[in-house]
């Protein structure tokens, strides 16, 4: 496992998704750990924050090909999986792919589709392959689904369910900016800032970070401090539904994708505290909080009650 291909891979990838959207180093990074384990992200946040553009940006570093899908509540099913029809020059019935069949696809404004339409992302995200007619297409490699949504507003939308919300590798915010990278954002913004962005990265190097990341391992003590994180939002009084399983697989992949980028081939606690509020803020129902920042508060604050390992060697 070559350890400076990921760590050069990140260096990279944010560097030049920075020449577009200033001061989200840590955003970026996320995102990048979340393309390494396989997931899909949910990018919460007000609009205007810059959630597409960083996306674009992010989607034209890796040089795949990417789609934008706007949800409305008249997009259907068929609008994002494909649709066949009778082509008459052949006098038979085509596939014609609908925007899944990408490497990237944006789902901007997912809560504005009806439950019916959200829910023919599940078996995309879950499975990476879609059914139309019966028939099963396997959707391309790697594949990514990076939706946004508008946590403010609510009329005419269609909050996510629970089984959808447990679809998504992460839930990140951007936030606002400081008024000192507001003005390079104001700077940068002159013109089309994304023409300024070239591939960083190419296909080969790509199948290697992916095949290989899965060879970051982990000792015993450090997994079970994983678990006994998960554990413990099952058990907390005002949690009423803790993380599940593939929660905690997939707090244990973006460990493995962290550890690789940041020049480790082993998970340290360090690395647990670092993901977990952002892999499992989104995997929890607790009373009395409001929005993304209550949840990852909450996260930090049960991670700050369990016992680190290495504390103890």
């Known amino acids: 496992m070559d350890l400076q291909r990921f760590t050069s891979f990140k260096e990279k990838i944010v560097s030049n998704v920075s020449k577009v959207i200033v001061g989200k180093d840590k955003e970026i990074e996320l995102i990048i750990v979340s393309f390494l384990s396989g997931g899909h992200v949910l990018l919460e946040d007000i609009p205007g924050m810059g959630k597409t553009m960083m996306i674009k940006a992010f989607s034209k570093t890796l040089n795949l090909p990417f789609k934008r899908i706007q949800f409305t509540p008249d997009l259907l099913p068929s609008d994002i999986t494909g649709i066949n029809f009778y082509n008459q020059k052949t006098g038979d019935f085509q596939f014609r792919e609908g925007p899944l ?33 019966g028939v099963t297409r396997k959707l391309n490699k790697p594949f990514m689904v990076l939706a946004t949504q508008n946590p403010v507003e609510s009329f005419g939308t269609f909050p996510l369910p629970e089984a959808q919300l447990d679809r998504f590798f992460m839930r990140i915010k951007l936030g606002y900016p400081t008024k000192e990278e507001e003005k390079l954002i104001i700077k940068k913004n002159i013109g089309n800032p994304l023409d300024n962005i070239e591939p960083a990265i190419d296909f080969g190097e790509l199948n290697y970070l992916l095949s290989s990341v899965s060879e970051v391992s982990i000792h015993d003590d450090v997994m079970d401090y994983l678990v006994n994180i998960v554990d413990a939002t099952r058990n907390k009084d005002n949690i009423v539904l803790g993380v599940s399983p593939r929660g905690a697989i997939a707090l244990f992949k973006a460990c493995q994708a962290y550890a690789a980028i940041n020049g480790r081939d082993y998970i340290i606690p360090e690395d647990i505290k670092a993901m977990a509020p952002y892999v499992l ?20 604050g049960i991670i700050e009650t369990v016992e680190v390992p290495l504390e103890n060697m």
């Open 281 to 300: 803020n989104h995997r929890i129902i607790a009373r009395g909080t409001n929005g993304i920042e209550d949840s990852i508060e909450l996260i930090k």
């Open 101 to 133: 069949f990408s490497n990237i696809v944006l789902t901007d404004e997912i809560n504005r589709a009806t439950p019916r339409t959200q829910s023919s992302l599940l078996e995309a995200m879950e499975e990476k392959q879609i059914t139309a007619d």
